[in-house]
C-alpha cells in the first residue's frame, strides 16, 4: 500500500504562482512513477504531469512552460511548482502513484487539493 497526502492548494489571482506537495508513505519502493492529475467541474480527470523512478518528466501541452514537476527522495515528496497561473487551471489536483509498468495506470491516490485561479 501507498499512502498519498496532498498540500498547498488555495486561492490565487491569475500569473500567480502556487506550489503542490504529496509526501508519500508506505511501500514507497514499489512506486514506478508519481503524477499530478486533475479534474474541473464538469470535466473529465486529466493527467497534468508525471516524473519516473528514472526522473523522466512528461507534462501535458497546456501546461509546459508553465508547471515543473520534481521529487525530494529523502523527503518521499513529490511538488508541482505552478507559474503563471490561469482561470483554466481551476480544478481539484490529485497526486497519484504507479506500481505497474502500464502507463497512466495509477493505482493509489490522494484526497485531492483545491485550486482556484482568479481572473
Known amino acids: 500500500q501507498v499512502q498519498l497526502v496532498e498540500s498547498g492548494g488555495g486561492l490565487v489571482q491569475a500569473g500567480g504562482s502556487l506550489r503542490l506537495s504529496c509526501a508519500a508513505s508506505g511501500s514507497i519502493s514499489r512506486v514506478n512513477a508519481l503524477a499530478w492529475y486533475r479534474q474541473a467541474p464538469g470535466r473529465q480527470r486529466e493527467l497534468v504531469a508525471f516524473i519516473t523512478k528514472g526522473g523522466s518528466t512528461n507534462y501535458v501541452d497546456s501546461v509546459k512552460g508553465r508547471f515543473t514537476i520534481s521529487r525530494d527522495n529523502a523527503k518521499n515528496t513529490v511538488y508541482l511548482q505552478m507559474n503563471s497561473l490561469k482561470p483554466e487551471d481551476t480544478a481539484v489536483y490529485y497526486c497519484?502513484?504507479?506500481?505497474?509498468?502500464?502507463?497512466?495506470?495509477?493505482?493509489?491516490w490522494g484526497q485531492g487539493t483545491q485550486v482556484t485561479v482568479s481572473s
Open positions: 497519484a502513484a504507479r506500481v505497474t509498468d502500464i502507463p497512466q495506470k495509477y493505482d493509489y
